[in-house]
């Protein structure tokens, strides 16, 4: 078999017409998920600028004083008020806690909905779940086209929504402010929820039918990479989560075109109800967030410590136990608005979550022992990835348990968990798998020094950023606030000037990528020494994946027996050559 | 895999559509597709039972905080007749989608045809009864949703307007179900027609089959909990 | 027209199973695959016994039973016609058990969902209402105390006594069937 499908997925066309349709009309999972990957980088971009404008406005509380001027008038002037344009809508003046509101909105929303979820799924898990399973494609090539323009459509609304005056609900949008608040454009941030939440569907029903159907000859269930069994269980989320979210956002779109009063007090409805709606899909969300995390954060660990997982079949059954509880704990959002027993049920359910993660964290520890780790990105962001996921974890508790979540109940101590869990875990693992993955579907290596003193950067940073916060939280700061106490101040701006080092830390990062992409060296087929099947094709990718099916004939972390394909075998001691096996791959 | 041509050695005619069908390349073979996208229906079909969770879990927080108020409204603004003639109109066609599959499998496409109009039958009267009948008549008295209820005659209680909020939400959304029901019933009449529909492949026709059931399922709920409970 | 060919070969071009032998020679043989034909009969009889159900539900909503049996009767005869639909017409009886879990998986989910939130709001009372009268339709402004039960059917109860004290008709439907164009 040869021809086209022999040329890499990234080959341009006889011309340039032919080259564009080839992207706009494809139904190749790889350009899917590079288009993917373009865009939720275009929106942590958005997402981190809001942040920037956040972590600015509190750089100093707000505070008005009165002033004398020289010719002895005294008028009082507001202090410390970083967001104000001074636009007047619909001619009223824009108070500056409503552009403050925007902007952690505009944060949350974008991050949330257009970043963090399809991130690692719908990028990379997109370029590279078929890959690693032998497949040629996703089951439904047409309908994961389908879902990359819904996304295009509900980015598009969001960003309406935005030009059209932002929302400032908080990306919760809690009724009955949601409902009532008249400033900005919230019913279409609405709609961009809903519509986004179609293309996370149809993301997770493709990969779900992918790991069953479509698996290479040879390839059982733990033969598959963890990354995969991550993805899958996230893909069950996916599908038995979101559709209340939108049945919750429709019902929210209703409400505030026909007032149907079922979430609004003031018509006899209930407004906790909403948010039970809500959490029924954004605390399973969570997961789907963290855990292509976690599955990143196996492969890295295997493949950059050349050694064989610990615990393989724990961490993968892990996965599949954190989507099922995911579902018993979305009610301990709401310790303060729900009754006793309700409480005491969620709060007793959200500690068993800490279970499998913990048999997560302890194999990836395990796997250190004694291992050759290489020191490169990949690795430092999975080490990195560990360390602040760690903490985010341990701080979860202190807010399942009652008592102590009455006092840290919507601080920044919430916050900063948060950040930790989400950042600190998943943009870290997601960096690292950037760097992982990126000679493998560019087809270029990056600058190893530069993209190591970013990650560095980045680790410093962002713990700068938000370590702090957690004492903000413990202290009483609330969450969502444009001011503050002034004994609040210098923590506030440690927790900027982290901020602002982490913009410095993302955008060394980009001129890394800029410069692999314009003069970056020739990747080879396997940079890393990686056992899993996508270190076994060209890179990049040819189109079809590989020139013939592949045949699974070893494990994905079978360090200890086997040799990788297309590497220096002097380079790969192994204790008993008697035992090795070498993996030919995918010659050509 | 070998390239595949629309003629056979063996047979003495031009293949139809149907028997000529080849799998996507990604695939290893027709079954295997036939499987994975009946899965990816079901999985579909779960999305679509967690969507309308949404209006039953509203529906029992109201149900269970006002009893009597939700049967009195149920009793009173609601018409049983009209929803039970419904049920059964969507039982029918249910049946026949199921008969339509089952002549796909044995190659009877007038048989797929006569069946597949029947259910399209069936769902535009659905539609015709729910307009008609009883979206009309209730916008003209008012009974409607949350703040818009505006009906001036004998009320049944305090949350009568929260009622009818699930009341249309839920049943607007299943109408809407049904209408794209219609529309791929109408889609699979013209592949039938075509002969695209026969043993050897008859994919869309089974998960639009499955679709169909499923909306036939929801107001097997609805129809209970909103009209007689 | 089908019968035509229903004696040709079946022509399996795809997974080398081909096999001239194989003919569709009755109406309950095999299909292409390695599919279930369903019987005309058990479907017809699925038909008619949902059917009955239908009626059966209908006859029970009007015995004289407390809110809750009348809640649980309809729900339970819905949940065995959802299961006779999905297990016979949706062929779930006779499909990979797959689909099975799949569905099972769905409604764990789904009485989560209900459950959980049922455990919450049935143990308190609604959440009272913010202030925000002006919006409540009409434009009349009803007063706290008519907020807190409905503002909504306030508003409709007062459009009706001053209706009545106008003189002029109201609505007054009777009991079922009150949706019937007149």
Known sequence: MSGHHDVSYLAPKDTLWKTIWSWVYTVDHKKIGVMYLSAILLAFFLGGVAAMAVRLELWAPTQTVLERANDGTVTPVTRGVFLDPGIKENGKEVPPNVWYNRAFTLHGAIMVFLFIIPSIPAALGNIFLPIMLGAKDVAFPRLNLFSWYVYVFGGLFAIYSILAGGVETGWTFYTPYSTTTEWGATTAMVLAAFILGFSSIFTGMNFIVTVHKLRAPGMGWFDMPLFVWAVYATAIIQVLATPVLGITLLMLVFERLFKIGIFDPALGGDAVLFQHFFWFYSHPAVYIMILPGFGIASELIAVHCRKRLFGYKAIAFSSIAIAAISFLVWGHHMFLSETAAANIVFSGLTFLVAIPTAIKVFNWLATFYKASISWNTPMLYAAFFIFCFTIGGLTGPPLATLATDIHLHDTYFVVAHFHYVMMGGTVLAFMGGLHHWWPKFTGRMYNEFWARVASVIVFIAFNITFFVQFFLGTQGMPRRYATYDEHFQLLHQISTAGALLLLVGFLIHAAVFAQSLVAGAKAPKNPWGGLSLEWETESPPVEHNFHREPVVTHGPYDYDTVVPAHVDPRDYPLPDPAEVRRVHGDHH | MSSITTKDLTADRDLLPWEAYVPGHHWRNAEDEAEGAKLGMWLFLSTEVLLFMGFFTAYAAFRMKFPGNWYEAAHYYLDWQIGAINTCVLLLSSWTVVMAVRAAQLAKRRQILVYLAITNLCALFFLATKLILEYWPKIQKGKLPGANFAYTGEVQGAHDHIFLSVYWISTATHGFHVLVGVFLISWCMIKAAKNHYGPKHYTSLENVALYWHLVDVIWIFLFPLLYLA | ?182
């Open chain 3, 1 to 182: 027209m089908a019968h035509a060919h229903d004696h040709k070969p079946k022509l399996d071009l795809d997974d080398g199973r081909f096999d001239p032998h194989e003919t569709l020679a009755s109406d309950e043989a095999h299909a292409g695959h390695h599919v279930h034909v369903a019987s005309f009969g058990l479907m017809f009889w699925v038909f008619a016994i949902l059917l009955v159900l239908t009626a059966l539900t209908v006859w029970t909503s009007r015995l004289p039973m407390s809110h809750t049996a009348h809640l649980v009767m309809a729900i339970v005869i819905a949940t065995v016609k959802a299961l006779l639909v999905a297990a016979f017409f949706m062929h779930l009886w006779w499909d990979k058990a797959l689909n099975t879990i799949v569905v099972s998986a769905t409604l764990f989910a789904a009485v989560l969902f209900v459950g959980l939130t049922l455990l919450d709001v049935n143990s308190r009372a609604l959440v009272t209402p913010m202030e925000k009268p002006e919006r409540i339709a009409g434009g009349v402004q009803p007063t706290n105390a008519e907020l807190t039960t409905s503002g909504a059917f306030e508003l409709s109860r007062r459009a009706a006594e001053e209706k009545k004290a106008k003189g002029l008709p109201i609505d007054h439907d009777t009991g079922h069937g009150g949706d019937k164009p007149h």
